[in-house]
C-alpha cells in the first residue's frame, strides 16, 4: 500500500509435467505407474516433518512412491516434504461421508465443499509432487448403499462433483488427473477411475473403460478378523496378531499383483502407514506393564497468547511412526504384510508371498466308541456332570468297586479333609487301574487341595480367554483345531478365567494354549484403537498360557482342562462332545441338537 510492501510469502515451486494420453499416466512424457499408500490424519502424532519423513522414507523401503493424502487438508509441510524427497502426492479434499455424518441435505454444506477444494487447488497447485486431485473420498457409495438416499440427492451430489472437477481445471488447467476416491468415474463424469474394495471383476471392467485408473483402497487389513483372515493361512491366522499379518501378506501380494496384471496406473493396499507396521510405545519404560499416567512423551507448560496447538502429552501406541520423540525406537517396526508389499510393489516373483500355502483341516479318524465309564463323586463333581450332560455326556456317580475310565473332578474350590481324602482314595485306585483323572475349572481356591492329590504344586493364574491355540496334535484334541477353538466372535466369548501352572503342570504334556492375542480387542473396539489394543493384549499380559495339560501318572493319566465347562451354545456343547469322544466315551443324542454336526471355524 502505498508503494510499501505490506506482507510477503515465500514459496518453493518446481517444474513437471503429468499429463493423461488415453489410458496411461506420464510423468515428463513417460509412462509411470504408481504405487501408493493412504492415511487419515491423526493430529498431534503427525505434526512434525520427521512424521512426514518417516512416511516417505517407509513408501521408499516398500517400493512405492506415490500417496494419498486422505479425506483431510495435510499441513503444507508434507508437501514440501514430498517435493524433496521426490514422492508424487494426490492431494484430496476433505469432503467425505463414510463413517461421518456431513449434512449432505444442507445447502450449507455442497457451498463449503466448493470452498475446501477451490482453496486447496489454489494452496498446492505450485508444489511438483502434486500429480493430481482427489475431489471427494466414498461419497456416492455411501448416499447409495449405505444411506439409501433418495435418488435427487444422488443427482444433486453427481452434478457437485462435476462442478469439483471444473474448479480443479480452472485454477489448475497443467493436471489432467482428477479422481474421487471410490466413486469409480462418478458416472462418467471424472477423467480418472478409482475402485475400493472391487474384485477382478471390477478391474477387469475399469481396463475397458479406455480411462488412466487406479486402486485407492483394498484389503481387509483394516477390519478383517482371524476366521476371516485365515482364508490365506488358515490356522495360523489365529494364532497371534503375527499370525493374522501373515495371512495379511498373502493378501496383499496377490491383490498388488492383480492390479499389476489388468494395468492399474495407481496401485495400492489400505494400507502400509498404519496396517502393516507396529504402533511404537513412544516414550514407555516397560512394555509388559499397562500404561502408566507418568508414561509418554510430555511437552512444555501451556504458554497463554502463543499460536497453535500446544499438546500436554502424547502417550505411548498412538503412531506407528517415529514423529522424532523418542531417540530410543526407530522410525518404524514392519510387520510381515509390509514385506509382502514390497515384494509386490518391486515385482519380485520368488517372495515368499507370493504362493498361498496349501490348507488343511485336521482329520479325524474313525471314532472306536470303547463306551468307558465316566463317574464323578456327588460331593465334588455333581455340577460338572450336570453341565457335561448338555453335551450328550452320561456321568454316574463313583462308587468304589465299580468299573470308572474317567474320574471328573472339579478344581474350582477347595474341599474339606473328609473330601480330600475321597478324592484321594478315588484318584489314587483309578489311575493304579489304568483309567483317566480329568480336572476341569482350576482356581485358586481349589488348586492347593490339587497340588495335594497330585504331590505337586499346581497353581492358577488369573487369564481371561476366548480362543485357544491347539499345541501338539494328541488323541484328546483329534479333528480339533485353532479355527474350532476360536470363540471371540461368538456370543460365549469368556471360555477361560485362570490359566495353569505349577511344577505338576511344567512336567506335563502342554497340549492346548490360551491365544496369546485377545481377539475381542480387535473385533469389536473401534478403529483405530483397536490396532494398539491388540497389541497392548500380547505384550502386557504375561501370565502363563496354558490350558489344558496332559501327563502319565502311575498307570494312567491325569488331564488338567482350565476351558470354562459351562455350555452356552451348540459349538461350546460341540467342542465338549468331541473331548470326550476322543476319550472313548460315547455320546448319548440330545433332543433338538445334532451332536455330530460340523464344527468348521472358518
Not at 567 to 581: D, V
Request: charged letters at 20%.
Amino acid at each position: 500500500a502505498d508503494g510499501k510492501t505490506v506482507d510477503t510469502k515465500y514459496q518453493r515451486f518446481g517444474w513437471r509435467q503429468f499429463t493423461v494420453h488415453g489410458s496411461r499416466f506420464l510423468l515428463n512424457g513417460q509412462p509411470i505407474t504408481l504405487h501408493g499408500d493412504s492415511w487419515h490424519f491423526m493430529g498431534v502424532p503427525q505434526m512434525t516433518r520427521r512424521y512426514a519423513y518417516a512416511w516417505y522414507h517407509l513408501l521408499k523401503d516398500a517400493g512405492a512412491n506415490a500417496v494419498r493424502l486422505h479425506a483431510s487438508i495435510y499441513p503444507s509441510f508434507y508437501h514440501d516434504m514430498a517435493d524433496e524427497m521426490g514422492i508424487m502426492i494426490l492431494d484430496e479434499s476433505a469432503i467425505w461421508l463414510s463413517d461421518g455424518g456431513p449434512k449432505a441435505d444442507s445447502d450449507l454444506f455442497w457451498n463449503n465443499c466448493r470452498t475446501n477444494i477451490t482453496e486447496l487447488v489454489r494452496r498446492d497447485r505450485n508444489h511438483p509432487s502434486v500429480f493430481g486431485w482427489s475431489v471427494c473420498n466414498e461419497i456416492l457409495p455411501v448416499l447409495r448403499n449405505v444411506w439409501h438416499a433418495p435418488q435427487s440427492m444422488v443427482d444433486h451430489c453427481l452434478e457437485q462433483i462435476s462442478v469439483w472437477k471444473n474448479i480443479c481445471r480452472t485454477n489448475d488447467p497443467t493436471r489432467g488427473w482428477i479422481s474421487g476416491d471410490g466413486e469409480w468415474d462418478a458416472d462418467g463424469r471424472l477423467p480418472v477411475i478409482s475402485i475400493h474394495y472391487g474384485g477382478t471383476g471390477e478391474l477387469q471392467r475399469a481396463k475397458k473403460s479406455g480411462k488412466p485408473w487406479g486402486v485407492g483402497e483394498t484389503s481387509m487389513a483394516y477390519y478383517g478378523t482371524p476366521k476371516q483372515v485365515s482364508q490365506f493361512n488358515g490356522n495360523e491366522a489365529y494364532e497371534s496378531d503375527l499370525g493374522r499379518m501373515k495371512g495379511l501378506a498373502y493378501e496383499c501380494y496377490g491383490l498388488l499383483k492383480d492390479q499389476q496384471k489388468y494395468g492399474a496406473d495407481y496401485q495400492s493396499v489400505f494400507n502400509i502407514v498404519w496396517y502393516d507396521i507396529q504402533p511404537l510405545p513412544l516414550g514407555k519404560r516397560d512394555v509388559t506393564k499397562p500404561i502408566g499416567l507418568d508414561e509418554g512423551i510430555f511437552f512444555g507448560k501451556y504458554r497463554e497468547g502463543v499460536h497453535g496447538v500446544q499438546p500436554e502429552r502424547l502417550g505411548p501406541y498412538v503412531s506407528t511412526l517415529n514423529p522424532g520423540y523418542d531417540p530410543k525406537l526407530p522410525l518404524y517396526r514392519p510387520w510381515p504384510m509390509f514385506d509382502a508389499i514390497r515384494d509386490a510393489n518391486l515385482k519380485n516373483t520368488n517372495s515368499q508371498w507370493a504362493n498361498r500355502p496349501a490348507l488343511t483341516t485336521p482329520q479325524k479318524p474313525p471314532t472306536k466308541y470303547e463306551n468307558a465309564i465316566v463317574r464323578y463323586l456327588p460331593e465334588n463333581g455333581v455340577a460338572l456332570a450336570q453341565e457335561f450332560s448338555k453335551a450328550g455326556v452320561k456321568a454316574l456317580i463313583y462308587t468304589n468297586n465299580a468299573k470308572t475310565d474317567l474320574l471328573l473332578i472339579d478344581g474350582s474350590k477347595a474341599q474339606s479333609e473328609m473330601i480330600e481324602a475321597s478324592l484321594k482314595e478315588a484318584v489314587d485306585k483309578v489311575l493304579s487301574n489304568g483309567g483317566t483323572i480329568w480336572v476341569w475349572n482350576i482356581q485358586p481356591s481349589g488348586a492347593e487341595m490339587l497340588s495335594q492329590l497330585f504331590g505337586q504344586k499346581i497353581s492358577a493364574v488369573p487369564r481371561e480367554a476366548s480362543s485357544f491355540i491347539v499345541k501338539q496334535q494328541t488323541p484328546l484334541l483329534a479333528g480339533l483345531d485353532n479355527a474350532k477353538f476360536y470363540f471371540s466372535q461368538d456370543d460365549d466369548w469368556r471360555q477361560m478365567d485362570y490359566s495353569l501352572a505349577g511344577e505338576f503342570v511344567k512336567d506335563a504334556d502342554v497340549v492346548l494354549d490360551a491365544c496369546p492375542a485377545d481377539w475381542r480387542k480387535w473385533n469389536y473396539n473401534a478403529e483405530p484403537v483397536k490396532t494398539a489394543a491388540l497389541y497392548r493384549s500380547q505384550v502386557e499380559r504375561t501370565a502363563p498360557l496354558t490350558a489344558i495339560a496332559i501327563r502319565k501318572t502311575g498307570n494312567g493319566k491325569v488331564i488338567l482342562c482350565n476351558l470354562n465347562p459351562d455350555i452356552q451354545s451348540e459349538k461350546k456343547s460341540a467342542i465338549i462332545g468331541e473331548l470326550f469322544q476322543n476319550e472313548g466315551v460315547r455320546l448319548a443324542q440330545i433332543a433338538g441338537q445334532n451332536k455330530y454336526m460340523d464344527m468348521g471355524g472358518r
